[in-house]
């Protein structure tokens, strides 16, 4: 299975009418407020809010995981759409409030669909590539310069996550991880841009965006760190120390606690 993104003229018939139209129409508002993102996957068209899929459109119909539901015990009053997002919120919050890595990606996708959008905006998210490598992994984020057309993978992380700090002699989890999506991206270098081009195609159809087709993808993959402290620990240090000599350290972000960088910022200090 090789990497597509495809969603035809019938399918988006059947999603934007008849009974399928009122969940579309709330949708596509949520969208159009950067609230909503919807990604475009092989005969399907997920919809994601707060960090997880809120429906998908597969087969004809719209779709939810029921296992979100015991998160909206405590709303049952509301209608269906407006428990669902709050299943979602509470889904990929923690027990302390504090927002999970996806919550914090999330705020990136908000301007994709508005009238805000500037140089650079995210095409996709929870990117399974379907290769030979790395099969079932999802990175976190598509990047798209608006400006010069290209497309950059960045995996997301938060600093406290076991995978990035680590103590000596043990190596990150997240090196393996990012350098299997750079494995993956090389494997179908020349498949990634014509099937993004064919999903800026169907946003540009479904949601008015203008968005040109990529002419470039970059590589390798990037890692974008959240929540790093000012000073870390001896184990902090050691992490970015060896994150960095892996990965290349104009390959990864740190981003300070409380910072959170602007999209065109991150692609500048990623490019760099």
């Known amino acids: 299975?090789?990497?597509?993104?495809?969603?035809?003229?019938?399918?988006?018939?059947?999603?934007?009418?008849?009974e399928n139209s009122e969940l579309?129409?709330?949708?596509?508002?949520?969208v159009l407020r950067g609230e909503v993102f919807p990604a475009v996957r092989k005969d399907e068209l997920h919809f994601y809010y707060k960090g997880g899929c809120?429906?998908?459109f597969s087969g004809g119909s719209f779709k939810r995981d029921?296992?979100?539901?015991?998160?909206?015990?405590?709303?049952?009053e509301l209608p269906a759409y407006e428990r669902a997002k709050k299943e979602n919120e509470i889904k990929f919050t923690n027990t302390c409030g504090k927002e999970k890595e996806r919550r914090l990606l999330d705020k990136l996708c908000s301007r994709t669909f508005t009238t805000h959008s500037g140089g650079v905006v995210v095409l996709d998210i929870e990117v399974n590539l379907n290769g030979e490598v790395g099969r079932g992994q999802k990175c976190?984020?598509?990047?798209?310069?608006?400006?010069?057309?290209?497309?950059?993978?960045?995996?997301g992380k938060v600093?406290?996550?076991?995978?990035?700090?680590?103590?000596?002699?043990?190596?990150?989890?997240?090196?393996?991880?990012v350098d299997?999506?750079?494995?993956?991206?090389?494997?179908?270098?020349?498949?990634?841009?014509?099937?993004?081009?064919?999903?800026?195609?169907?946003?540009?159809?479904?949601?008015?965006t203008a968005y040109n087709p990529p002419r470039r993808l970059i590589e390798p993959a990037k890692l974008l760190v959240y929540d790093v402290p000012e000073s870390p620990t001896a184990n902090g240090g050691y992490s970015?120390?060896?994150?960095?000599?892996?990965?290349?350290e104009r390959n990864v972000l740190w981003v300070k606690a409380g910072g959170e960088p602007a999209l065109e910022s991150i692609w500048n200090l990623l490019t760099e």
């Open 240 to 248: 970015i120390n060896t994150i960095n000599a892996r990965l290349g």
């Open 180 to 208: 299997t999506y750079t494995a993956a991206i090389a494997e179908q270098r020349h498949i990634i841009p014509e099937q993004y081009a064919r999903h800026i195609g169907i946003i540009n159809r479904l949601f008015g």
């Open 54 to 56: 809120l429906h998908k």
């Open 140 to 155: 976190d984020l598509v990047l798209l310069n608006t400006q010069t057309d290209e497309l950059m993978f960045v995996e």
């Open 159 to 177: 600093f406290s996550d076991r995978r990035v700090n680590v103590s000596p002699p043990n190596i990150p989890e997240v090196i393996a991880q």
């Open 66 to 76: 029921k296992n979100f539901e015991k998160f909206g015990a405590d709303f049952k």
């Open 24 to 30: 579309f129409n709330r949708l596509k508002a949520d």
């Open 1 to 18: 299975m090789s990497f597509i993104r495809d969603f035809n003229r019938t399918q988006i018939n059947k999603m934007t009418s008849g």
